[in-house]
């Protein structure tokens, strides 16, 4: 068994893999990950191996908490990766960003691969067919727009997200879906569509918590899996293994 965790900028990720399957996936705030686990445990004789991915932040208690009852291989900078990373500073680089980048270059080998994350902002992930990751774009998520309308003026509302079939608002609320649903969809096509004139047999996959939200409203054809990163980190909890081995020989 494989628990896979990531933590966040919004909430923390868990999965339970027995190999390359999904068992089950949960999702709660990071002050219930020590209770999660142990909650596991109690099924369980044997410590969990467990790959971990954070932006987030994690206590140290927490963290040494892992590291005594569990066989935890934390993902850092330092960790190798499935690509050469070609980014300028490649320190700065997210974690999560560069998971999804190895995940991305472990299903697609020898492809022009291009990974979307629709979470708390919307990331952008290029891996050429030379598994080089480039780099990408990091533009505000579907919430983070809809808050920002209401933060930053006097009297637009906060809004949820919701299903609209109209470009044209014709009262306020209406309004505020158009520009943020209509935009943030625009955004992503037009974005594929550019790196697809450079790039015509470009792999795209669209992951994050709006998957299954903004998936049936663009036009590009896309592999979607909301699951892609923890899927991701399992994969990396593989080739890390592998690599340690080779390492050993």
Aim: include cysteine.
């Amino acid at each position: 068994m494989i628990l896979a965790i990531d933590i966040g900028n919004t909430r923390t990720k868990l999965a339970i893999f027995e190999k390359d399957t999904l068992l089950e996936t949960q999702f709660f705030d990071l002050n219930l990950l020590e209770k999660k686990i142990k909650n596991i445990l109690k099924k369980n004789q044997s410590k969990p191996k467990v790959i971990l991915s954070s932006v987030g932040k994690l206590e140290s208690t927490t963290y040494n908490w892992l590291l005594e009852n569990t066989e935890v291989i934390e993902i850092s900078h330092k960790s190798p990766f499935p690509f050469m990373n070609k980014y300028a500073t490649p320190t700065t680089l997210g974690i999560d960003r560069m998971v999804l980048a190895a995940g991305a270059t472990i299903l697609y080998p020898n492809s022009n691969r291009l990974v979307i994350d629709t979470g708390t902002c919307i990331t952008y992930e290029f891996i050429n067919d030379k598994d080089e990751y480039l780099g990408g774009a990091i533009s505000p998520g579907l919430s983070m727009r809809y808050k920002a309308l209401n933060h930053y003026t006097a009297k637009l509302p906060l809004l949820e997200p919701t299903d609209i079939d109209y470009l044209i608002g014709n009262q306020t609320d209406q309004s505020i879906h158009s520009g943020v649903i209509n935009g943030i969809t625009l955004e992503i096509d037009g974005i594929i569509n550019q790196y697809k004139s450079l790039y015509p047999d470009l792999k795209i996959i669209l992951t994050g918590g709006d998957t299954l939200f903004l998936v049936k409203r663009l036009k590009n054809v896309i592999f979607a899996n909301s699951n892609f990163l923890l899927e991701s980190l399992n994969n990396l909890y593989q080739y890390t293994i592998e690599n340690d081995k080779k390492n050993l020989l």
